[in-house]
């Protein structure tokens, strides 16, 4: 079955420091990952795509099939992106079969 | 746009109660998403509908959950006899053209069984 593990339940930096959000996921098919976010008192969005290979408010993240990781990274990051971020993984061919990680609570200090 | 709404944000049932969760799409969306957070979990695919069409339900539990989205009014995730392990929150999320889309989410609907 598939699994998304995100080890840090809490993560805490100052601002401008560099940040990076483990992700960790078990599948055995070919995998999509995303990153969502959830700002205070805001919905669940969408950050990033793997397959997009782009890069949202700075943060970039790089799919590594042997390393099974998906680590979310920015080089200086800033008070507002405080939030909490959940990884996810799409299986079965689809983008909408999303399973989660238990997400990691971000906090920039400033 | 007011987004995905979600009604009611909260809903205490007791055993063996009904539970209807009321999901209002965005306007001009057609496909609809549901998943569930069990306690100290992630979010889970249970669903996928279009308008009057189960497209995906392979994430559902086998008993007493059903959904619907009817050609009009809201998505409905229903669950009979609820137990104390269906204590979760609900959330759903709209796209407006199938999965390749982005799907929007609403804020949830967290569950409480006594």
């Known amino acids: 079955a598939q699994r998304v593990t995100q080890p840090e339940k809490l993560l805490s930096v100052f601002k401008g420091a560099p940040v990076e959000l483990k992700c960790n996921y078990s599948?055995?098919?070919?995998?999509?990952l995303f990153w969502y976010v959830q700002y205070s008192r805001q919905r669940l969005q969408l950050l990033l795509r793997?397959?997009s290979r782009e890069s949202i408010k700075g943060f970039t993240a790089d799919l590594n099939k042997g390393e099974t990781s998906f680590h979310l990274k920015k080089p200086f990051a800033q008070e507002e992106d405080s939030a909490m971020y959940y990884c996810?993984?799409?299986?079965?061919?689809?983008?909408?079969?999303?399973?989660f990680g238990k997400g990691t609570l971000l906090t920039v200090n400033p | 746009n007011a987004g995905v709404m979600q009604n009611p944000r909260h809903l205490v049932r007791r055993r063996g109660q009904e539970a209807r969760l009321r999901c209002s799409p965005m306007k001009g969306h057609s496909h609809v998403y549901w998943y569930r957070q069990l306690p100290e979990e992630g979010l889970k695919f249970m669903v996928y509908l279009q308008k009057e069409n189960i497209i995906d339900e392979s994430g559902m539990p086998k008993e007493r959950f059903s959904a619907e989205f009817p050609k009009e009014g809201p998505s409905i995730l229903r669950i009979q006899q609820v137990v104390r392990g269906d204590s979760a929150a609900y959330f759903c999320?709209?796209?407006?053209?199938?999965?390749?889309?982005?799907?929007?989410f609403g804020q949830g609907t967290r569950l409480t069984v006594v």
């Open positions: 996810a993984l799409a299986t079965g061919g689809s983008n909408y079969k999303l399973t």
């Open positions: 793997h397959i």
């Open positions: 999320a709209s796209s407006p053209s199938g999965p390749s889309t982005e799907a929007f």
């Open positions: 599948y055995s098919g070919s995998p999509e």
